[in-house]
């Protein structure tokens, strides 16, 4: 369990609380109107408990949004991406003559509309040919820790810059003894290329990866079915001479994945167990983090909360905001870029995710977008409105460890990077914050 911390203390509501008061209106009540009033208190002195959660290995399978690449983050380390995924037979495979003459082999692949890093450098990628088939690794899962080995020889490879909003697809010029082979077998109707199992036995799948030393960014990639192509191009001759190609295309199916490493070596987020990690943000430099991409999520709990009914005054609760603050140095407009929303999930001490926090229809996950301060880089800030969660973690017995976990808008079948750093209590005006609007009645 987590070692809690406490940077600011509620002051006790008999003695502390008006000086928090914004106003104070005279309401009649009963039959009593000259001996009863209300005041309007604010606080924003309930303590916001931060937390990082490590988990050092998730499913990655049944991917279609492939990652690649290798960057570095001062906070996070060193991020690389590699995926694995297997190629599916021609659809139709033509009758080729026997004077029609090998040319080349091709990889095409699309990046998506997603980088995470500096995408001004080269990279070289890397188009392996898997040495043995893809099994699942547990529970018919593959992880983000998961390998396959891959041929002593890449089967091609290219030193570019990748312009993922710019650039259509991306073409890789493969090796020819494998293309003649292919070629050959082609021309044959060989089972090996026109039968779906026999062509997993003979050859195995792909892995994308870029070198190792590369330090540029991790890009996405289409890994929808049919996004990648291992393309045989050829020619014939007679009557007249005509280009040809026949396309493998990619399958998008449970062993396609991700393989996403982090070297933390020299952060603060060092994780000294297996498992499931939690570091409380005195332990991490009085920030916190969060990258699912990675198994990094960022947990808040509120553990001087109760303390607020510590009155014989009856107090309501107006509204509860939740001001999340990523410090200004931490994040920029290009290379690390801010997540464009995020949403909270309740969870408890156990860790586990429960229901998400609802927007004021009651009906819609809520999310919140970054305001940033773009003069002086202090009052950037996500902001939610949790004023019935905060109310019943207030009247409901126990619950001390109940609190959220922040989350980035992302759907689970699409994998990414993206990252954010927050301040805890300790930061001043800059600190992450839980501000109560409420009602007390003195009786």
């Avoid at 690390?336 to 429960?354: E, F, I, M, R």
């Avoid at 202090?378 to 949790?386: D, L, P």
Wanted: hydrophobic residues 35%; glycine residues 6%.
């Amino acid at each position: 369990m987590m070692r809690q911390w406490i940077c600011k203390y509620l002051l006790p509501i008999g003695a502390g609380l008006y000086c928090f008061s914004c106003t104070r209106n005279e309401i009649q009540f009963g039959d009593n109107p000259e001996s009863n009033y209300t005041d309007v208190v604010f606080t924003d002195s309930v303590s916001v408990s931060l937390s990082t959660i490590i988990s050092d290995s998730f499913a990655t399978n049944s991917a279609t949004s492939l990652l690649l690449g290798r960057y570095n983050d001062p906070h996070f380390g060193t991020i690389s991406a590699k995926s694995f995924f297997q190629m599916a037979v021609p659809s139709t495979i033509p009758a080729i003559p026997e004077s029609a003459r090998y040319d080349s082999l091709t990889f095409i692949f699309y990046p998506a509309d997603y980088y995470y890093g500096d995408t001004s450098l080269q990279q070289t990628i890397y188009v392996n040919e898997l040495a043995e088939a893809i099994t699942y690794s547990y529970g018919s899962n593959l992880f983000n820790t998961s390998s396959v080995p891959v041929k002593a020889s890449p089967l091609g490879t290219k030193t570019i810059s990748i312009r993922p909003l710019s650039d259509d697809s991306v073409v890789i010029r493969l090796s020819d003894v494998r293309g003649a082979e292919l070629f050959s077998k082609l021309k044959a109707q060989s089972t090996d290329v026109t039968n779906g199992d026999d062509f997993l036995n003979y050859f195995h799948g792909i892995s994308l990866a870029t070198g190792n030393n590369d330090l540029g960014a991790i890009y996405g990639i289409n890994g929808a079915a049919g996004s990648m192509i291992l393309r045989v191009h050829y020619h014939t001759t007679i009557p007249q001479p005509e280009n040809h190609f026949i396309d493998f295309t990619s399958l998008a199916n449970g062993y396609a994945f991700n393989q996403v490493l982090s070297d933390r070596s020299g952060t603060a987020l060092i994780s000294t167990s297996t498992g499931i990690t939690e570091l409380p943000a005195s332990q991490t430099n009085d920030l916190s983090f969060l990258q699912p991409g990675t198994g990094i999520y960022l947990k808040m709990t509120f553990p001087s909360l109760k303390t607020i009914l510590a009155s014989d005054k009856v107090i309501k609760l107006i509204k509860a905001e939740l001001f999340i603050r990523p410090p200004g140095n931490s994040f920029d407009k290009n290379k690390y870029k801010l997540p464009s929303q995020l949403y909270l999930l309740q969870t408890d001490a156990s860790n586990t995710t429960g229901d998400a926090i609802l927007d004021s229809t009651g009906s819609g996950v809520q999310y919140a977008i970054p305001v940033t301060d773009d003069v002086y880089g202090e009052n950037n800030y996500y902001r939610f409105n949790v004023t019935p969660y905060i109310n019943n973690m207030m009247t409901t017995s126990g619950g001390h460890d109940d609190g959220f976990f922040l989350m980035h808008n992302v759907s689970e079948s699409s994998m990414n990077v993206n990252r954010l750093v927050v301040n805890n209590a300790l930061h001043g005006n800059q600190s992450s914050q839980l501000f109560l609007h409420m009602i007390v009645i003195n009786r």
